[in-house]
């Protein structure tokens, strides 16, 4: 049985109507304004020529005024060189003693549907949820976390996201036709920076275990009441012991809940080489997720990567035609990670009282999602596959 050696890690501080087939429901997700205190203008960017918010345009990778036509550059700070996004520590960092520079409060709302943290702009106080649709307040929480060390900025706008999206879904066999009337209907898409951890790590592992060398053997048998000869496979076993090394680099692990990580696992590959210092010019017009999944918590899954990829290293080493692992007991050291935000477009409504959801990559437009199935429409799919099964037999037997 296959072990790994994990490093002690102390623990972190203290009933309406339903709607036809054909239309989503949206009277389910309804806009509403509501006074109360909004977060704080951190991802604010006022326009210098006539004082409306600017945001930043994926197509034009600029910041840009939609009422004047402002525009202007990002500005990365003094220092702030793409290679200059450097690793933190873990034990410092799950021991409370990253420096103070790494910390922020934020004011974010939790959905009380999905658990979703999210950072709004300071004028808005109520509105759906980007993630479920459902209706949420903003409210004055404050969440204190770790700084994003980076980032990937937006690269498809939200025409291309729904394009993508729309080409999706006219792909689904068997999806209500409501789903469908949904992409056509062009509904906004919300931009949501999704947290992640990135984790490096060394690692040193000894194992134990058997490499098989496949081998045939030539036996008599009585079939029909003649001997016939069979070749039969045998598979010899000796025992052997190694050690394996491998420096893991940006292991990539969700910091989110709110998402299925079979989604977003699948919106990979990301270019995480084209990643930007963390500048919150990047979030303006945009929203940013707070992360649920801890630092301590998100190092176990990636443990879990690293593990995996440590069995195929000792199968490798092993050699021979087959392998057994009995033992593997690993070392880690020098642990470092960031916190980074990556762009997914998203997009949520509810159809007969359940939400589905869509995400895209927005860098590479992969889309993901969940979707209905139509009854009606699979039933006719079995009735004629039926008759044709039934006219197939009818002449096959004439």
């Known amino acids: ?29 309804p806009e509403i304004e509501v006074a109360g205190p909004g977060p704080d203008d951190a991802h604010r960017f006022p326009c210098p020529a006539c004082g409306s918010d600017l945001r930043f345009a994926p197509a034009a990778g600029k910041l840009i005024c939609d009422h004047c036509g402002y525009e202007d550059q990002v500005e990365i700070p003094p220092g702030a060189a793409p290679q200059a996004i450097r690793e933190l520590d873990f034990r410092a960092a799950i021991e409370a003693r990253l420096p103070e520079v790494e910390m922020e409060e934020t004011r974010v709302t939790t959905c009380t549907s999905c658990g979703a943290q999210i950072e709004f702009d300071d004028d808005t106080h109520a509105r759906e949820c980007p993630f ?28 291309n996201a729904h394009d993508a999206m729309s ?4 792909g689904l066999w068997f999806a209500p036709n409501g789903l469908k009337d ?52 045998k598979i010899r076993w000796r025992p052997v012991a190694g050690r394996v090394g491998r420096f893991f680099d940006d292991v990539l692990v969700l910091a989110s809940n709110t998402l299925p990580r079979k989604y977003t696992d699948a919106l ?35 443990r879990e990567k690293m593990d995996a990829q440590i069995q195929r290293d000792v199968r490798f080493d092993i050699g021979g035609d087959r392998q057994r692992i009995d033992d593997i007991r690993t070392r880690i050291s020098g642990v470092t990670f960031k916190h980074v935000l990556l762009p997914v477009w998203l997009a949520a409504y509810k159809y007969r009282g ?14 993901q999602g969940e979707r209905p199935w139509s009854a009606i429409k699979i039933a006719l799919a079995v009735i004629l596959g039926l008759i044709v099964a039934a006219v197939a037999g009818y002449i096959g037997a004439r």
């Open 1 to 29: 049985m296959t072990r790994s050696g994990f490093p002690h890690v102390p623990p972190a501080p203290p009933g309406a109507a339903r709607p036809p087939e054909h239309a989503p429901d949206e009277a389910d997700v």
């Open 268 to 302: 990979e590959p990301w270019d995480l080489s084209a990643m930007e210092p963390y500048t919150p010019e990047f979030l303006a017009g945009f929203r940013a997720e707070g992360y649920q999944v801890g630092l301590e918590e998100g190092f176990l899954v990636a």
């Open 132 to 159: 479920c649709a459902s209706p949420v307040v903003v409210d004055s929480g404050v969440h204190r976390h770790i700084k994003p060390r980076g980032l990937l900025p937006f690269g498809l706008t939200e025409r």
């Open 182 to 233: 949904y992409a056509r209907k062009g509904r906004k898409m919300q931009g949501i920076y999704v947290p992640y951890w990135t984790f490096d790590a060394d690692t040193q592992s000894d194992y134990r275990g058997q490499r098989g060398t496949v081998y045939w053997v030539t036996r008599t048998v009585m079939r029909d009441g003649k001997p016939t000869q069979q070749r039969v496979q």
């Open 167 to 170: 080409d999706w879904l006219g």
């Open 354 to 367: 359940k939400t589905y959801r869509f995400v895209v990559n927005g860098r590479t437009g992969r889309v």
